[in-house]
């Protein structure tokens, strides 16, 4: 046994949880990616299961029907604590005990009231029960599968991830506008991998303007990919300005228009358009406000393609997670920054990252960082004008 009380082979068992769990990216909001593997009383795997759509069975209830008859007297290796509640499906306590499973290790408990506290009542129904200690590796990786969920569970948002596509001077088009194509076709190939796992797509107001975006999943030929799960486009129109011929408002993908409460919305809302009124803050639009209602739909994780000015302000409130940066080997040294306005001005005041990944693709390289949150908890450690 570890220190944990987990065994070695528990511990394979549960990355290969995690593995399952992964394979749900993109599919189960607003619910969240869960995997479970059952072990027998050998350590042999009997039974694998993830949970593949809100709505469809959970994890660990694929993973007994894997198992079958084996399940009974054996060990649950599950992502997250096992629901107590009913729900869409019944609690997931109760069918791990009518399988006869005698021990559950749990990556990371579930920390919503109406179905967390499973691991307690499987206790007390005399189940063995571990759960990772909070700093626990494994546990991380557990939580790094489930971060869009888990940051809606504990704070009421979605998680964000701002991709930009830069020269390698920052800039987004030249002085003269031209911005097509900065990046490479493979960057620009792998955004759309992106947008099939988030649930939503958010662009400023000045990108329909200026570059007329679609914003939708497209295939290997460049039409629209039916198949792939479309995210939400999402279109912030602080004056609800947009022209109903813009390309994003075309049927390909839901589209949703965030636009200032009192703001002239009829005109969208009579041609059948779903807006999302939000208040008006001194600093702009209520950024705060537009994340929750997202929330609120059921969007868990949001994928922020620009302009400069919204990231801006999105990192200025604090409300960016994530970067994804596709640097194209291109240097113009003018034109447009790629991001503006985050409030900060001087150095001690900038924004940290913490770089997860670098790689090539294509003739670029891409750069993914977590954004470190400053000390102060949820506010930025700038102040606005
Ligand atoms: C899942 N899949 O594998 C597990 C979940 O919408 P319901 O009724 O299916 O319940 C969803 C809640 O159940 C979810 O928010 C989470 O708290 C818990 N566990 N959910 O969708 C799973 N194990
Ligand atoms: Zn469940």
């Given at each position: 046994?570890?220190?944990?009380?987990?065994t070695?082979?528990?511990?394979?068992?549960?990355?290969?949880?995690?593995?399952?769990?992964?394979?749900?990216?993109?599919?189960t909001?607003?619910?969240?990616?869960?995997?479970?593997?059952?072990?027998?009383?050998?350590?042999?795997?009997?039974?694998?299961?993830?949970?593949?759509?809100a709505?469809?069975?959970?994890?660990?209830?694929?993973?007994?029907?894997?198992?079958?008859?084996?399940?009974?007297?054996?060990?649950?290796v599950?992502t997250?604590?096992?629901?107590?509640?009913?729900?869409?499906?019944?609690?997931?306590?109760?069918?791990?005990?009518?399988?006869?499973?005698?021990?559950?290790?749990?990556?990371?408990p579930?920390?919503?009231?109406?179905?967390?506290?499973?691991?307690?009542?499987?206790?007390?129904?005399?189940?063995?029960?571990?759960?990772?200690?909070?700093?626990?590796?494994?546990?991380?990786?557990?939580?790094r599968?489930?971060?869009?969920?888990?940051?809606?569970?504990r704070?009421?948002?979605p998680?964000?991830?701002?991709?930009?596509?830069?020269?390698?001077?920052?800039r987004?088009?030249?002085?003269d506008?031209?911005?097509?194509?900065?990046?490479?076709?493979?960057?620009?190939?792998?955004?759309?991998?992106?947008?099939?796992?988030?649930?939503?797509?958010?662009?400023?107001?000045?990108?329909?303007?200026?570059?007329?975006?679609?914003?939708?999943?497209r295939?290997?030929?460049?039409?629209?990919?039916?198949?792939?799960?479309?995210?939400?486009?999402?279109v912030?129109?602080?004056?609800?300005?947009?022209?109903?011929?813009?390309?994003v408002?075309?049927?390909?993908?839901?589209?949703?228009?965030?636009?200032?409460?009192?703001?002239?919305?009829a005109?969208?809302?009579?041609?059948?358009?779903?807006?999302?009124?939000?208040?008006?803050?001194?600093?702009?639009?209520?950024?705060d406000?537009?994340?929750?209602?997202?929330?609120?739909?059921?969007?868990?994780?949001?994928?922020?393609?620009?302009?400069?000015?919204?990231a801006?302000?999105?990192?200025?409130?604090?409300?960016?997670?994530?970067?994804?940066?596709?640097?194209?080997?291109?240097?113009?040294?003018?034109?447009?920054?790629?991001?503006?306005?985050?409030?900060?001005?001087?150095?001690?005041?900038a924004?940290?990252?913490a770089?997860?990944?670098?790689?090539?693709?294509?003739?670029?390289?891409?750069?993914?960082?977590?954004?470190?949150?400053?000390?102060?908890?949820?506010q930025?450690?700038?102040?606005?004008?």
């Open positions: 046994m570890s220190p944990s009380g987990m070695p082979t528990e511990r394979t068992a549960l990355r290969e949880a995690v593995d399952l769990a992964r394979r749900g990216t993109g599919t909001s607003p619910n969240p990616v869960v995997g479970c593997v059952v072990l027998d009383a050998s350590g042999a795997v009997v039974g694998r299961g993830w949970h593949e759509r709505g469809g069975p959970h994890a660990e209830v694929a993973a007994l029907a894997d198992a079958g008859d084996a399940a009974r007297g054996a060990t649950a599950v997250l604590e096992p629901c107590r509640h009913t729900g869409r499906t019944g609690p997931c306590v109760d069918a791990l005990r009518e399988a006869g499973i005698t021990r559950v290790v749990v990556a990371v579930d920390p919503t009231a109406q179905a967390g506290g499973g691991a307690d009542v499987l206790r007390a129904a005399g189940v063995d029960v571990e759960v990772l200690a909070a700093d626990d590796p494994d546990r991380g990786a557990a939580e599968a489930n971060r869009a969920w888990l940051t809606w569970a704070r009421g948002r998680v964000v991830t701002w991709k930009v596509g830069q020269t390698l001077d920052g987004t088009a030249a002085a506008g031209t911005s097509r194509w900065i990046t490479s076709a493979e960057s620009r190939h792998e955004v759309h991998a992106l947008r099939a796992a988030v649930d939503a797509v958010l662009v400023g107001g000045g990108t329909p303007a200026a570059d007329d975006p679609h914003l939708a999943i295939d290997a030929t460049g039409g629209i990919d039916r198949i792939a799960a479309q995210p939400l486009r999402v912030v129109d602080t004056r609800a300005e947009i022209p109903l011929t813009a390309r408002l075309d049927d390909a993908a839901p589209t949703l228009v965030v636009a200032a409460r009192g703001s002239r919305t005109r969208l809302t009579d041609a059948g358009i779903d807006v999302l009124e939000v208040p008006v803050a001194a600093d702009g639009l209520d950024l406000a537009l994340v929750t209602g997202l929330g609120e739909r059921g969007v868990r994780h949001v994928l922020l393609e620009g302009g400069a000015t919204l801006g302000s999105m990192v200025a409130r604090g409300l960016v997670d994530e970067v994804v940066a596709y640097v194209a080997p291109t240097l113009l040294g003018a034109g447009p920054a790629s991001l503006v306005e985050t409030g900060v001005g001087t150095l001690g005041d924004v940290q990252l770089v997860t990944d670098v790689s090539r693709c294509g003739p670029d390289v891409r750069i993914t960082a977590d954004v470190v949150a400053p000390e102060t908890a949820d930025p450690s700038t102040t606005q004008e």
